[in-house]
């Protein structure tokens, strides 16, 4: 590790910033993990889109369709490629709280830079805040690297805002994932902004949430890579602008990608988004491959009402 369990959020302060991408993991036609497809994914994303960081095996990846031999196998694989030019965070998420802990050492001792653990499901609890402060406190006992806090409506419950700026006093705790409506991650700004770094992953809010809530970190989504190509980088354009304080300009490059937006919106069937994530990419030029169990793949239909509108939704290849 670059920094100290009691130096983390300070590194994460100055090297925790930009766009950070999830990764979806293409498989083989078999179902193994194409590990030289992810390989070819990640350089184009760090060295033709110039993506600040990687997240790893979150639910982009299927990582509920993984053994924990593959989940550390992919966290080693992108720590290798990324190298000294790209961050890397890893979702050390589970329900098991002993395989939390070794997942994130696993990350800690191959050179992550942080890993991010999801809110646990809590079987028939209906008063969670004291659980979840002792949750994250014990895992920051066992662990030096930065963790980033992970709530999502798929927990079952939302954390407030004020059990996290609580648990944001832990030594090594030095981000969230804050999926939650827009008021509740501003009050968590305004609450321990100063402590740790406050993201959400939707791109369409991202500019706003620069411009007024002085955020410097997109945590993260799959945007970064699938709204944007090597000739065309209105995402990084915008953010560009927006760091500069020239938020006219930033909105018009931004809402210049509302056409690719919808398309890939529109056409993204309610129950197969990794699979229609990875045609996706395959029409961007990447590798995308099959999902895993119990993920369901496009029909040939869906396959191609999504190539109709990706070819008509004005992102250039």
Known sequence: MNYSRL??????????????????????????????????????????L?????????????FFAMTLEERKRN??????????????????????FE??????????????????????VLHFVTDQDEILYNYYKAICERVDIGIAMWSHPDSGYLMSPQLCARIAELPNIVAI??????????????????????????????L????????????CSSPPYQLQSKVDQRMNEYTRLAFEGR??????????????REAFQRTKPADKPQAHGKFWQELLGQVGGPVRPPMLNLSDAEKAATREAFAACGLRV
């Open 50 to 62: 110039s993506i600040a960081g990687l997240f790893i095996a979150g639910k982009q990846g299927e």
């Open 99 to 120: 395989t939390v802990v070794d997942l994130a050492l696993h990350a800690q001792d191959c050179g992550a830079d942080y890993v991010v653990i999801h809110a646990p």
């Open 247 to 260: 938020f006219d300009d930033a909105r018009l490059v931004r809402d210049s990608l509302n056409p690719v």
């Open 7 to 48: 130096d983390a959020k300070d590194y994460a302060r100055e090297n925790f910033r930009g766009i950070w991408a999830a990764c979806l993991n293409p498989w083989c036609g078999d179902g193994s993990f194409d590990e030289a497809g992810f390989r070819s994914n990640i350089r184009h994303w760090i060295d033709d």
């Open 208 to 219: 706003d949430n620069i411009e007024e809530l002085g955020w410097r970190l997109y945590l």
């Open 75 to 96: 966290i080693e694989v992108a720590v290798d490629e990324c190298g000294t030019v790209a961050g890397t965070i890893f979702s050390a998420s589970d329900q098991n």
């Open 177 to 206: 994932k804050y999926s939650v409506p827009r008021p509740m991650y501003a009050e968590l700004t305004r609450l321990a902004g100063d402590k740790i770094q406050v993201s959400t992953a939707s791109e369409g809010e991202w």
